[in-house]
């Protein structure tokens, strides 16, 4: 009875969808942290470390600024 | 005539909610950038405000269920939208009062159907459109928000755990200016729609536009979007007065949780048209991200009001509107009875707030607060 009146798939969907992004631009975004701050502690030791670490960073920031940007315009597109 | 004048009574009692709504919720958007100082005040409130217009024009799912999921809307008159506004608002006014975290999106729609119950009886409330696409969201989505905020600080904490503080909490930091401005375009999204539903009910019950399409007017879009921004940056003056001890203590990286998980929920439902309470999320949300560091960092006291509030908000709003359109009918089919209860309610209104002023303008409150 329950089932019929709400619509499980729907709120299934909605559900999935918003721990999904939530957790995974929460990850992205924390290793873009981990990036900034190790680049930054290794600095003055080893430019290829700071190499590697920047370009982690600025691949976590992208992916977060880009998922963000999907889901609004997913949104408005519907 | 006497329909155009009940029509912008109506309107104007729609934009007025929106207001109210804006105002009553600018705490819950922006408390958390503040309070870990992502942002300075009057620029999180500026941003928040402009952020609510914006997300105002992104969907209209959540106004086309507003409109059409709850009541017959062949069934729907002026008076009848006039009296569920009533019912929200008073209900609004009661809780803010009183100091209880109350929905006025609940509010908003119990308003409605009391109205309508009280109009034309159960045949016109859709009770499985209720059920289905309002109470078990509403009971839903502050847990899923609670859950993604406590997982997302968990994963969060173990990747940045071992690292320098500084340089951890200056970028939490700024993401969070990211993730607030998401939390305001998503409230603007899923609040303001609910008023442009109840208004296009309005255009609907006059005969301005036709129940079969459920077109939203351009002119509704942009007076919801401006009067829920302006009320989000009048009220932010007055949180910015009473901040310090009732925000809840946070780092950066549990507010980027906490929001960033409250923009998802909103966002996600809004999406599939479902009216959520965005005060109840973002609780929530904020409420996630303390309990994964350690859980008597939750007010649970807050939890519990919450949960009173759910259970009430709903009949009580329902009530109040039921006897608004009674009110309403003993003046007759016109204007005179919304007009009336509108002076009424604008009376007890300034009485409130005059009450309130004279409060804390005495001296006695000086001591009491000293």
Known sequence: ?78 | MQGDTILVVVIATAIAFDFTNGFHDTANVVATTISTRALPPRLAVALASLLNFVGAFISLKVAATVGKGFVETSQVTTTIVFAGLIGAITWNLVTWYFGLPSSSSHALIGGLVGSMLVAHGWSAVDGNGLLGKLVVPAIIAPVVAFLAAATAITIAYRIVGRLRPGPVTRSFRLGQVVSGGLLALSHGTNDAQKTMGVMTLALVAHGDLSARSFHVPAWVVFSAASAIALGTFSGGWRIIKTMGTRIIRMDPAQGFAAQGAGAAVILAASGAGYPLSTTHVISGGIMGAGAAKRLSAVRWGVAGNIAIAWVLTLPAAAGVGAVAYLVSRVFGNGALGPLLISVSLLTLLAGLFGRRLRASRSPAHGLASA
């Open chain 1, 1 to 78: 009875m329950a089932g019929a009146v709400v619509e499980v798939g729907k709120l299934l969907t909605v559900v999935l969808d918003a721990l999904g992004a939530s957790v995974a631009v929460a990850v992205l975004f924390s290793l873009a942290v981990l990036g900034i701050a190790r680049a930054s502690d290794e600095a003055e030791r080893d430019a290829r470390a700071v190499l590697g670490y920047g370009a982690l960073a600025a691949v976590c920031l992208l992916a977060c600024l880009a998922a963000g940007v999907y889901g609004v315009v997913l949104l408005s597109s519907k």
